[in-house]
Structure formats: structure tokens, C-alpha cells
């Protein structure tokens, strides 16, 4: 019989974990190239290489989020949109400045019903369907909409000047009249 304060029992618990560690690194080293001394050269390897991510990449960074913004399901407008864009772009980060005004725009063109409200549309199919009722920008719209799959897809970063033509475009589209069309021929009922 053992007593659960048996000195014993802990020494032979303890004795079997080294054991156990033990055949864990001289396995190990048997399958590495050049034995003891290749798994240590992989292990100083492995480290090198966990070093220079942590290096390049930063320490890890959680990005703070508010309960409001956490759990808030409904569309933002375009005007949160270009405010986020604006705060971004008061602090150089150029990148999501682009990317917000983007949005602004998408989400501007569907406050003024010439785009369907649709979760999921590209950038490329909203630059087109914008073009039907806004044909004098379909090409400013269809390079915004490169530049924004550039920047959020291709890893491309944004600079001043992208974010600058983004506004510029948001600010002509609002003051642009659309070209409605006209109703179907033999739709009169």
C-alpha cells in the first residue's frame, strides 16, 4: 500500500518523466542528420528563424475594440465610413484610409439607390454596375476599384496620393447627377 505523500512514489513519477524526455531527444536525435549535434544545429535553426519573424513582424498586437463596435450588426452609413477614412488618413495610415473611403463611396452610391444594397459585391462589380447611371466617371470608378483589390488582396500599401484621388472621386460622385434610364418601351400599363 502507498501513501499519497509517499516520497517514493513522487521520485519514481519524476524518475519516469526524465526517462520518458529522454527517449524523446535521443529518438529525436537518431532521425536528425549529424545526430546530437544536427538536432541542435536544427533546434538553434528553428530559433534563428522564430527570431527574425518576431524581428520583422513586431510583437504580436491585439487592436482594441469597443463592446459598441463589437456586437453593432447594421451597415455603417457612407458618412462613418468617410469619417473612419479621415482618421485614418489624420494618422498616415494610408492603407485603410484607402479602404474606408472605398467603402464610403460603394456604401454612398447605395444610400442614393443607384446600386442595389448587396453583401459581397467586388469593388470591380460596383465600379461597373456605378458606371451604367455614371458614365463619366466609369473610369475613375473602375481605377479606384484596382486600386482598393490592389491594396486589400494584392498587398500593396497606399500611399497619400492614392487616398487623395479616392476623396476626390467621393466628393464628384456626390455632386454628380446620374443618367437615369428611361422607362422601358411598351412597359405603359
Known amino acids: 500500500m502507498y501513501h499519497e505523500n509517499d516520497p517514493s512514489l513522487l521520485r519514481r513519477g519524476i524518475d519516469r518523466f526524465w526517462d520518458w524526455l529522454g527517449g524523446l531527444f535521443d529518438a529525436a536525435s537518431g532521425a536528425a542528420p549529424g545526430g546530437v549535434l544536427g538536432l541542435v544545429v536544427i533546434v538553434l535553426l528553428v530559433l534563428a528563424l522564430i527570431a527574425a519573424l518576431w524581428w520583422r513582424l513586431g510583437t504580436p498586437q491585439r487592436l482594441p475594440t469597443s463592446a459598441s463596435t463589437l456586437f453593432d450588426d447594421r451597415p455603417r452609413t457612407a458618412d462613418e465610413h468617410r469619417t473612419a477614412a479621415e482618421t485614418h488618413a489624420a494618422g498616415h495610415a494610408w492603407t485603410p484610409a484607402v479602404q474606408e473611403r472605398m467603402r464610403a463611396i460603394v456604401r454612398s452610391l447605395e444610400e442614393r439607390t443607384l446600386l442595389d444594397p448587396r453583401p459581397g459585391r467586388t469593388a470591380d462589380e460596383a465600379a461597373a454596375e456605378a458606371a451604367r447611371p455614371l458614365p463619366a ?6 481605377s479606384a476599384a484596382r486600386e482598393f ?3 486589400t488582396y494584392g498587398g500593396r500599401t497606399a500611399d497619400e496620393q492614392a487616398y487623395l484621388r479616392l476623396t476626390a472621386l467621393d466628393h464628384d460622385l456626390e455632386r454628380t447627377k446620374p443618367l437615369l434610364a428611361a422607362a422601358p418601351q411598351g412597359a405603359a400599363g
Open 137 to 142: 466617371h466609369a473610369g475613375r470608378l473602375r
Open 149 to 151: 483589390d490592389d491594396i
